[in-house]
């Protein structure tokens, strides 16, 4: 699956936690954000946006190697093969802080520096 749809939409929509993970020189970098962020600024099928407050170590890894993954999972959503599903999201990253999106992020979240928009290229199911 390449975009943010069935199943996966269902996921996104009950997540309580997105786990963030960038590759920097040091290797992994995993950071979080709250589900109910990622809700509020809406999820399209090929975009995520994430309001972006420090993130500095993410936003440097990003500038290297715009690649990133995001976790999402609920047990709210039945699985496959279990209760509860979960999804890695595949694709590219950046943090703008400015513009229109990062103007929208910053009015919703007032201590946001900006967004972290993200790029969906793959979907894969986890459980």
């Known amino acids: 699956m390449t975009t943010i749809e069935g199943n996966c939409r269902e996921v996104c929509e009950a997540t309580e936690f997105v786990t963030i993970v960038t590759t920097g020189d040091d290797g992994p970098h995993v950071v979080g954000n709250w589900g109910d962020y990622m809700r509020a600024l809406g999820i399209k099928p090929d975009t995520i946006v994430l ?16 690649r990133i993954q ?10 496959t093969r279990s209760p509860g599903q979960g999804y890695l999201i595949v694709g590219t990253a950046e943090i703008v802080s400015s513009g229109e999106i990062a103007d929208a992020v910053k009015a919703r979240f007032r201590w946001a520096r900006g967004a972290m928009v993200v790029h969906v290229e793959e979907v894969k199911s986890q459980l």
Do not use: C, I
């Not at 309001?51 to 715009?66: I, S, V």
């Not at 995001?70 to 039945?78: C, H, N, P, Y």
């Open 70 to 79: 995001l976790l999402v999972a609920s047990k709210k959503v039945q699985g």
């Open 51 to 66: 309001p972006a407050g420090r993130y500095h170590q993410t936003e440097q890894n990003l500038r290297k190697n715009n």
